[in-house]
């Protein structure tokens, strides 16, 4: 097996299997993103959003596989700096191989018409190879690691979580435990779909976790949180819309009820009115909310 370098400046490493390294920027901020490092037969690189300092580490080890869990930009966007091929799972590579795509599955060229934002060039949006299209359940096979492909969509139609097989160690990417998330801001995001995906990987019964976004390991506790958030959300819109019926957009910029006062505004109301139009549709689904021309009403 080989070693990981001892130092990469501006990266952190926390070895958290035998050979399986996560790193994360030293000083981790929104949209830097965290990674693993995968030393054996097969050098690996998971994710590559940890910024600058990437350039470092593939000048230092020769990466075999890069390994994107999902096409976001703070996911991809170091794919550049490795001469390597390049996976992903196949419902996210179209937006990774081209911009037409990335604006189409973001609904960036919305934002682009209303508010004049390049939003690509604004989160530097780079496209990548995609050499490799992964499935769900495929065993990937590293040396003696061994790491199994989850299919979690929710967060992106291809996001993948990655169970490490011998470690034992779950990898969930975006489904990234932090107080931002659930995430499902872009066009192509599904609630449902990512409230299977929590019911999913919360059966994989894994050691240690981590995720996209914390430098750290993760308590199991915080993933039935994260998961409950979801319903908590469903009895705050409904409250909202028992008290006054409104549209999506209304609801969204009256109330921001999921990001209040964030820095970044033009992106985050985006998102914000998405994922409200989202989650009322998830609503009328249940049966708890009914429309009527663009109004949704409590039932
Ligand atoms: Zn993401």
Redesign the pocket.
């Known amino acids: 097996m080989r070693r990981r370098p001892d130092h990469i400046k501006g990266l952190r490493f926390l070895e958290v299997a035998p050979g399986v390294s996560l790193f994360s920027p030293e000083r981790p901020s929104f949209p830097l993103?965290t990674g693993l490092l995968v030393m054996d037969d097969v050098t690996v690189v998971v994710d590559t959003g940890a910024g600058e300092a990437l350039a470092e580490l593939a000048r230092a080890v020769h990466v075999d596989l890069v390994l994107n869990?999902?096409?976001?930009p703070?996911?991809t966007r170091g794919n550049r700096y490795f001469d390597a091929k390049v996976a992903c799972h196949r419902l996210d590579a179209p937006p990774l191989r081209d911009l037409k795509s990335f604006k189409e599955y973001t609904g960036f060229d919305e934002v682009e018409a209303e508010a004049g934002v390049d939003v690509p060039a604004m989160v530097d949006f780079r496209t990548s190879r995609v050499d490799l299209e992964l499935e769900d359940g495929e065993v990937l096979d590293f040396g003696r690691t061994k790491c199994r492909v989850i299919h979690t969509p929710g967060?992106?139609p291809g996001?993948v979580a990655l169970h490490f097989l011998e470690a034992d160690f779950l990898f969930l990417?975006?489904i990234?435990l932090t107080s931002f998330g659930p995430?499902y801001g872009h066009r192509c995001c599904d609630v449902d779909a990512f409230l299977e995906s929590m019911n999913r990987v919360l059966e994989v019964p894994a050691r240690a976790l981590a995720t996209?976004h914390r430098g750290a390991l993760c308590e199991r506790e915080r993933l039935v949180a994260y998961r409950d958030e979801i319903y908590r959300r469903d009895e705050l819109l409904l409250d909202m819309i028992r008290e006054r019926p409104r549209d999506p957009a209304t609801l969204a910029q009256e109330e921001e009820p999921f990001y209040p006062a964030h820095p970044f505004p033009v992106l985050t109301r985006y998102f914000e009115r998405v994922m409200v139009e989202k989650h009322l549709g998830r609503l009328v689904r249940l049966g708890l909310a009914r429309e009527e021309d663009g109004v949704f009403y409590a039932s």
């Open positions: 993103g869990t999902h096409f976001h703070d996911h967060h992106s996001h990417a975006d990234d995430w996209g």
